[in-house]
């Protein structure tokens, strides 16, 4: 009997998973964590930055929010589901090799989280009444506030109960509904981010913007040395052989450039979308006028914002001083 016995633990002890895998599993299952969580959060911050714009925040340039949104979504569309798989996986194996529960490496990274989610609600509190005591207090800055709460306060309950070996109350709810509001925040961030054709199109007009001011960049040295606007583009050419004039990225069509005045002309492109349809914050910086010498070229922004389809922007020149047009080059 006791050969038997001998025999069945020696049977077990070969089939339970070795050291490095049961590291691995446990390590691959809380950086899914860290990654999902900070992932959501970042998704959640971008929302609330759209529904409560703030003119004292920061300012968002043309790319930042809508990048800042795929990337999150992308991580949360390949890694929470990966969380949950590992998860599950790490729970069917302690049903089948109790002593694995009781791992140290398991105990250290769960402590560890718990640890983290504690310092993230203490700072959060910590920041929350700092801003209030400086008059600094927003519907955007308590969403926040209360998002990180939100987050760091599921982890640590989660894993409290977890280390305590106790089973959360209602388990399946409290899972179907942190998955259901990952879901929902995904499909949202869809919605505002829209397809990736939609990105295509949205690619292509910031590439028409950055062509504008480089054309303007171009017709603006023109007139600083030959004393005068180019009848044509290419014409640009005769002060630099090796200029590229820039084309329309989708069609190669050259853009529409048309002179008013001695010192006024016009630039034309045609957009496939409204500028600020991804999102951007409206609140950008306006730069001084052209006729500022000390930033001759700040005219060039008006091409950042744009209606769907053909638009014109014009361009008023003043001459710079010689000796600060030495300066500026």
């Known amino acids: 009997m006791a050969k038997q016995t001998s025999k069945n633990n020696m049977v077990h002890s070969a089939e339970a998973p070795s ?15 860290y990654i999902s969580a900070v992932s959501f959060g970042s998704l959640v911050f971008g929302y609330i930055d759209r529904w ?3 003119r004292l925040a920061p300012y968002l340039y043309n790319e930042g929010f809508s990048s800042s949104l795929r990337w999150s979504i992308a991580s949360l569309i390949i890694v929470y589901p990966l969380y949950l798989f590992a998860l599950r996986y790490l729970k069917q194996e302690f049903l089948r090799h109790p002593a694995l529960e009781q791992s140290r490496i398991r105990k250290w990274l769960t402590y560890f989280t718990l ?13 929350l ?28 309950a989660y894993y409290l109960f977890d280390i305590r070996g106790k089973a959360i109350p209602n388990v399946r709810v409290f899972a179907g509904v942190v998955s259901a509001l990952v879901l929902f925040s995904v499909l949202y961030g869809f919605f505002i981010v829209g397809s990736p054709q939609t ?14 001011q480089q054309i303007y960049y171009q017709v603006r040295n023109f007139w600083d040395m030959r004393l005068g606007l180019p009848a044509t583009l290419e014409d640009i050419k005769k002060l630099d052989a090796f200029a590229q004039i820039p084309v329309d990225p989708e069609t190669d069509a050259p853009y529409p450039y048309r002179i008013f005045t001695e010192n006024s002309f016009e630039l034309c492109a045609t957009f496939s979308l409204p500028s600020g349809s991804d999102g951007e914050s409206t609140y950008k910086f306006t730069p001084p006028p052209a006729r500022d010498p000390f930033n001759p070229y700040g005219d060039s922004d008006k091409v950042l914002t744009h209606t769907e389809g053909n638009n014109c922007f014009d361009f008023t020149l003043e001459r710079v001083p010689k000796e600060m047009r030495d300066v500026l080059q």
Do not use: C, M, W
């Open 129 to 156: 009444l700092y801003n209030f005591l400086g008059g600094e207090i927003s519907s955007r800055f308590i969403l926040k506030v209360l998002a990180v709460l939100f987050i760091a306060g599921v982890i640590f």
């Open 199 to 212: 990105q295509r199109l949205r690619r292509f007009d910031q590439e028409r913007s950055q062509h504008l």
């Open 52 to 54: 409560f714009p703030d």
């Open 115 to 127: 640890f983290v989610a504690a310092v993230v609600i203490v700072t959060d509190l910590v920041t």
């Open 19 to 33: 050291a490095p895998k049961n590291i691995f599993l446990h390590l691959f299952t809380f950086v899914a964590l």
